[in-house]
């Protein structure tokens, strides 16, 4: 067994991006978790004492923890203490009212300005 060095996750990174965005493709829609955060948060995961036997091993743990990380983001997306129960809604399909401001802070900003 070896231990790869920084520059095997750097080359992970710049060469296997298509990975995680691929990872990411079959995900529901709405999905807020980047490519980028993905690739980092199973970076941080991975490093420490484990050691690889090769880039193989490597990219299987790699992809295992994003795996376990989409799965974990999945299910606190669900939960109910985190809002799992409520629908998103765009707001470029929605009418949002915009109220005028109040005559303080119309005051407030003209006199700042002054």
């Known amino acids: 067994m070896r231990t790869l060095p920084i520059n095997s996750c750097r080359w992970y990174t710049t060469n296997c991006a298509n990975s995680p965005a691929r990872k990411l493709a079959h995900e529901t829609p709405g999905q807020t978790l980047q490519p980028t955060a993905l690739v980092h948060e199973a970076y941080l995961r991975l490093v420490g004492d484990q050691q690889f036997d090769g880039r193989g091993h490597f990219f299987a743990a790699a992809a295992e923890a994003m795996r376990r990380i989409l799965v974990e983001s999945a299910r606190k997306k669900k939960a109910i203490k985190h809002g799992g129960d409520l629908q998103r809604v765009e707001l470029d399909d929605q009418d ?10 119309v005051a407030l900003m003209k006199h700042s300005r002054a």
């Open 96 to 105: 949002v009212p915009i109220r005028p401001l109040p005559d303080e802070i």
